[in-house]
């Protein structure tokens, strides 16, 4: 007689075996069926069998049976299953407040980016946002100037697969960068600003040790009419670095730029 394997599956019907990987808390994964995005959380024993939950960067939670071959990490198929030992950990933070992921590696770079007006907002977008952005695969771009914004995005040339972000300082109404930025119209392309007249208020004044960020009349160079104020030597790069330093995290940030960034990142990474 003849003998036969239990599994009677032609080869060429048969799934590849998939490595099984434990689901440590901030691993960061992508649920196959949903395209749902998060680290892992916690791990738990239900009737209808283990589950997972996955916590995006917006912070929001989603619960998952660990199926076979229901995840993919780094792009790759895997079946998660519950780590040997240990209890769920909460994984801690990046600067910018979402879920840090030990030992991640940097993204691909994606065909978009965002453009940051001026140096010291490019720097402090970096020191917040920076983790982020490398898992993102979002690339940061110092813009020296908006003067040209029109040429420089029809030079980018932006569509759906290569959005463009774009960071302006004091964008308020009937301001010149509010005409310039009103002028780019493609909808691959998000324009967005603070109300600030430079970065340096973006930085709350209790972080920096300060009561509040000085007045400087109109006419008068802005970064140096600060540092005469307070008290500091008129070397503004050097005022930049000491407020820079006081910056640890997001909340150490005003609102109005948080918002601002966030906004960006999503519309750079998330599908149209």
């Known amino acids: 007689m003849r003998s036969y394997q239990p599994d009677l599956t032609p080869p060429w019907k048969r799934s590849a075996p998939v490595p099984e990987v434990p689901a440590e808390p901030g691993l960061v994964v992508e649920e196959a069926g949903t395209g749902f995005c998060g680290a892992v959380i916690r791990c738990e024993k239900t009737a209808q069998g283990p589950t997972v939950t996955l916590e995006d960067r ?7 049976p660990m199926e076979p071959r229901g995840f993919l990490l780094e792009g790759k198929a895997v079946t998660l299953v519950r780590p040997s030992a240990g209890g769920p950990v909460r994984p801690s933070r990046t600067a910018s407040g979402s879920v840090a992921v030990p030992g991640a590696r940097a ?5 978009g980016r965002i453009y940051v007006e001026g140096r010291h907002d490019a720097e ?9 952005l490398r898992i ?5 771009e110092y813009l020296e100037g908006i003067d040209d914004l029109p040429a420089i995005v029809r030079e980018f040339a932006p569509g759906p697969d290569a959005r463009l972000g774009v960071l302006v300082d004091h964008l308020v109404p009937g301001s010149k960068e509010s005409r310039i930025a009103a002028q780019v119209t493609d909808g691959n392309v998000l324009v967005v600003g603070h109300p600030f007249i430079d970065v340096w208020e973006a930085v709350k004044p209790s972080s920096v040790g300060i009561p509040g960020w000085p007045s400087v009349p109109r006419g008068q ?6 540092c005469r104020s307070l008290g500091w030597p008129e070397n503004t790069g050097a005022a930049w670095q000491h407020i820079l330093s006081k910056v640890g995290s997001y909340k150490d940030l005003e609102p109005q730029l948080l918002g601002r960034v966030e906004e960006l990142i999503d519309f750079v990474t998330l599908p149209a």
Request: glycine share 12%; net charge positive; hydrophobic share 45%.
């Open 58 to 64: 917006f912070g929001k939670h989603r619960v998952f």
């Open 136 to 140: 993102e695969g979002v690339v940061v």
């Open 221 to 226: 160079d802005w970064k140096t009419g600060v």
């Open 124 to 132: 402090l977008v970096e020191r917040v946002w920076g983790d982020d």
């Open 107 to 111: 993204r691909v770079a994606r065909a």
